[in-house]
């Protein structure tokens, strides 16, 4: 069942000031360990200056570009590499994670975003990444 997209308004009354916001984007600096990105970040702002107000999905632009960072800064690889990786290797997300040795939903949760993996997952994944065929030695 495909889940409805939410319809925002284009304004919104600020609830502290009262004052009228309109939908739009602005660039925001993500910075993480002296590396950083700007990104578009979609919210409700005033005219002028002045800081928004974010709802539902706005965020998102953020936390994919702090993944990113963290990736290039740390290695953690992002969930886009994660869920690429697996498709390169033809594994399910329940086979990637018993070829790991993670548990049967770790991938589902990794992919997601709701959880990094661990050091040595993350070491592995960038194995398998740069040696598929390594694969069948894990097995």
Do not use: W
């Amino acid at each position: 069942m495909a889940m409805k997209e939410t319809v925002l308004p284009d304004t919104m009354t600020a609830p502290e000031t009262g004052e009228i916001l309109t939908r739009s984007v602005r660039p925001f600096v993500v910075a993480y360990k002296g590396a950083s990105l700007t990104v578009e970040l979609p919210g409700y702002y005033p005219a002028g200056e002045g800081d928004g107000i974010h709802i539902g999905k706005d965020m998102t632009v953020v936390d994919v570009a702090l993944r990113t960072l963290k990736e290039q800064v740390d290695g953690v690889p992002s969930p886009a590499t994660i869920r690429r990786v697996r498709t390169k290797l033809n594994l399910s997300q329940r086979d990637a994670g018993a070829l790991l040795k993670v548990g049967e939903n770790a991938f589902d949760k990794y992919e997601r975003g709701l959880v990094e993996p661990s050091g040595p997952t993350s070491q592995l994944i960038k194995l398998l990444d740069r040696h598929p065929e390594m694969a069948d030695e894990l097995r």
